[in-house]
């Protein structure tokens, strides 16, 4: 199962993290099966490359609780068929 989850990156006491695709029984910072986004809760910055998040949703990706929060705050759940309302 793959899952959409957050690797942590940067420095001590300044993180910024990696939102990847990435199998359930993988560590944190194991390896990825791709770079979906970056998210930076310091600056509240986000990049969200939508059309992978998307591809591996359709698959049927779970994302965690925090990268699901991120993505409802882009509005990334909107682009999906609508009957997959179980994400909104």
């Known amino acids: ?6 690797k942590r990156c940067g420095r001590k006491q300044r993180a910024v993290y990696r939102i990847v695709a990435i199998d359930v029984r993988s560590r944190r910072e194991g390896r990825d099966l791709r770079k979906v986004g970056f998210y930076d809760p310091i600056k509240n910055q986000t ?19 925090t990268v699901q929060d991120i ?5 990334v759940f909107k682009e999906l ?5 179980k994400f909104n």
């Open 81 to 85: 068929c609508p009957n997959q309302a």
């Open 47 to 65: 990049y969200l490359n939508v059309p992978a998040i998307l591809y591996f949703l359709e698959k049927g990706a779970q994302p965690t609780g």
């Open 71 to 75: 993505l409802k705050k882009a509005e």
């Open 1 to 6: 199962m793959v899952k959409l989850r957050l």
